[in-house]
């Protein structure tokens, strides 16, 4: 159970932090860039889910908050092996296969592509675009953390891959379920 007491700690005055188990990291430490990534990622998605109506991609936006909160936990207690005084809260593989009966439900509602879409149309799309490529940094420093001999679980990395076509599926919906997509159109400009 989270309790918060007190907001402010002074311990970030010194440019760290704590990490889950306590220990202590550098403020620019990968581990701090990959879950504080997932926390932009995870305000950006509140920013679209306020641009929509209610119904049942918002509930599921929803839902999918509250399982980043989960993977930020997740990242933010490292698995090195050691038994802990309690068990840390990990993402599971059913979280992402969950994402992926999500993304088959609401794409069945949508045409399909033969353009990329450019990210933009309804105030509520563009919101879950942005939220889209925040969600593929993340995935990215996830990715890198883990490249660097640091332990990241597959389900993670997993689930943040999931995630970032879920809410380009989400985006088409939210741009009228597709009706609304802003499509590229190749050397328009030129």
């Known amino acids: 159970m989270v309790r918060l007491t007190k907001i402010y700690t002074r311990t970030g005055d010194r440019g760290t932090t704590r990490l889950g188990d306590m220990s202590e990291a550098a403020k620019h430490d990968p581990r701090v860039e990959a879950y504080g990534t997932v926390d932009e990622a995870n305000a950006s998605i509140g920013l679209g889910i306020a641009a929509l109506e209610d119904g049942a991609l918002k509930d599921t936006l929803l839902r999918i908050q509250n399982e980043l909160f989960d993977l930020g936990a997740d990242l933010c207690v490292p698995d090195r092996g050691k038994k802990l005084d309690w068990e840390p809260l990990r993402v599971t593989p059913e979280q992402a296969t ?48 883990k490249d660097t001999g640091e332990p990241v679980s597959e389900a993670v990395i997993i689930y943040l891959n999931r995630l970032s076509d879920f809410l380009f599926v989400a985006a088409r919906i939210a741009n009228e379920e597709g009706r609304g997509d802003v499509l590229w159109v190749p050397g328009k400009t030129r």
């Open 98 to 145: 969950r994402l992926e009966t999500d993304i088959d439900q609401f794409n069945a509602k949508l045409s399909p592509l033969d353009s990329f879409i450019l990210p933009g149309g309804s105030e509520a799309a563009a919101r879950l675009h942005l939220a889209r490529t925040i969600v593929r940094r993340a995935e990215r420093r996830a990715v890198e953390l």
